[in-house]
């Protein structure tokens, strides 16, 4: 009897230390002993240019990793992919991170992308040629082409809102594809337009007014996002993904355009922009950091305001300091 229960003792301690060191072990591999696959969602957009350098320069197999860049047309294919677990991570802004977690799919924020500093992630509000508008006070109750309840009119109603415009003397109108918006205001089926670069610069060399932009006050950031999901499984993983992104973040800082291949064919830059000596692409990457608070804040309380958002979140709903903490 006595042997029985020191025998049981003995097997419920060996139990514990095994799950014990279960928990500080090594992350789940594929098959063949490979690190388990980690796959990035990519839409042709240059805040993604640190992946590809890092795709290129090989950073990703001097980590150990194994990492698919997976394309994406838009914005929208890219977040339903994240929503049926196709990928683990991406770049987009901080309202697809409120939105995938309003919607009951847990995703973080776990670095800036663009947006660290002013001057980064450039997006302007242009006048159609030969509309007559120059300041954005002319904008007032002038229909603004843009993406509504997206990070577009967020940016449009923030820039316009400090030069001093109010929330009723703001009208928008909805055309979601960029190419056809930027023809729009072009053409003059619009007296302005709300665009990022590269298409704003493109406007411009093809003689749209710059109204008025965010290089003086960044208004948004995009962020990486990952799967909660990923980060409690793959940890390590990611943190070896960016620490490659931030060795091509670094590259990238003393010239990015010297990278007008990857520009050209995968963030799809067209080439009248990177020979432009007028307007030239203005483009620069920060160091990741975690994603400013305030400015996280009030994300959240313009989303609330137009009703895209019902769970209460908060910072620490949607940022993760462990990827880039270490």
Known sequence: MYLRGKTAVIGLIVGLLL????????????????????????????????????????????EGLEVELVPFPSALERDSAFIAGQIDAGVGDLLAVAAMNNGGTPVRAVCVAQGAVPGENRFAILAAPRSGITSPEHLKNVPIALSLNTINEYITDSLLGA?????????????????????ALLN????????????????????????????????????VIVRKETLDTKLVGMQKLIRAYTRAVEDLQSDPLQYETLLTEKAKVPADVLSSNEHPLALHFSAPGLPDKDSLERTITWMKDHDLLQKELNYDDLVDGRVISK
């Open 19 to 62: 799950v014990i060191s279960g928990c500080g072990g090594p992350e789940p591999q594929s098959a063949g002993g490979k690190p388990a696959l980690i796959k990035v969602g990519m839409m042709p957009i240059t805040d993604n240019l640190p992946f590809w350098v890092a795709e290129e320069k090989g950073y990703f197999t001097e």
């Open 163 to 183: 030069r001093g415009l109010q929330p009723g003397e703001i009208d928008k109108t909805n055309i979601v594809k960029l190419p056809i918006r930027m023809d």
């Open 188 to 223: 003059g089926q619009v007296k302005a337009a709300a665009l990022p670069d590269p298409f704003a610069t493109l406007a411009e060399i093809k003689g749209a007014r710059l109204v008025v932009d965010n290089t003086e006050n960044t208004v948004a950031q995009t962020v």
